[in-house]
């Protein structure tokens, strides 16, 4: 007897989307976890497979070295000075983008601080979920669309003050935050994107609070649309006549 072909594929789509969540945490996982391992195979001497990767995921992202993370050095993040300094004297972003870091200066993510925030925080948020997933339900649409709002602004506060020059925006010196606080918090957090920054922190909460709206409004509809679905098996062998192998 012959099985219908179809009938083979679609039991290998239901046992897939048996353990759909499974498959997630490790493809995706591996999709966020390969940007770390670049200055990982840098500090290891692999360097033809560190720039593999800061390669590929250059197509994903500016990699901008004032804007990621730095690993195996004395400091996560440095500024655009230390930056120039350490590289080239240029606000030039496509030359910027070049650096991954050096032995006494350690090596960059290979996607930046935002990127992180937002992709990783979708890993981990699911994470989160899975074991409390009888108990949430799923995150009506106005409130997806109420968690990714501060991204959208901060991003595109960022992408219209860069139109003026990296490192010569408004959002570089938030002069405006200066003045809504009347200067309370160190210079330091207003200027600039090192770690602690008000620049930092915005990229890191606004990419958290989407990731948060991202897997709280799909990951339920997933999961039940993964356990509901129809058994077609029994649908398509109700009406059609086994085949013969003779």
Request: hydrophobic share 45%; charged share 10%.
């Amino acid at each position: 007897m012959f099985m219908h072909p179809f009938l083979s594929y679609h039991k290998i789509l239901r046992g897939l989307s048996r353990h759909w969540f499974a498959l997630f945490a490790f493809f995706y996982g591996g999709y966020v976890g390969l940007p770390f391992l670049a200055p990982l195979f840098m500090q290891l001497g692999w360097h033809g497979a560190g720039k593999a990767i800061y390669a590929l995921y250059s197509l994903l992202c500016h990699q901008l070295p004032q804007r990621s993370f730095f690993l195996f050095g004395p400091r996560l993040t440095y500024s655009l000075a230390e930056i120039q300094t350490a590289w080239q004297n240029t606000t030039n972003p496509l030359i910027l983008r070049q650096f991954i870091g050096n032995a006494d200066m350690g090596w960059k993510v290979a996607w930046s601080d935002r990127m992180v925030s937002l992709y990783t925080s979708v890993w981990f948020w699911g994470l989160i979920w899975y074991p409390f997933r009888q108990k949430i339900k799923p995150l009506p649409g106005w409130g997806l669309a109420l968690l990714s709002l501060p991204l959208a602004v901060d991003g595109l506060t960022h992408l219209v003050s860069d139109l003026s020059g990296i490192g010569q925006g408004f959002r570089d010196s938030n002069t405006w935050l200066v003045n809504l606080t009347s200067g309370a918090f160190p210079s330091t957090f207003y200027t600039g994107d090192a770690w602690g920054s008000f620049n930092s922190i915005m990229r890191l909460l606004t990419g958290s609070l989407f990731g948060l709206g991202v897997v709280w409004f799909s990951f339920p509809l997933v999961a039940a649309h993964c356990r509901h679905q129809a058994p077609l098996h029994a649908r398509h062998t109700a009406g059609s006549t086994p085949i013969s192998s003779e």
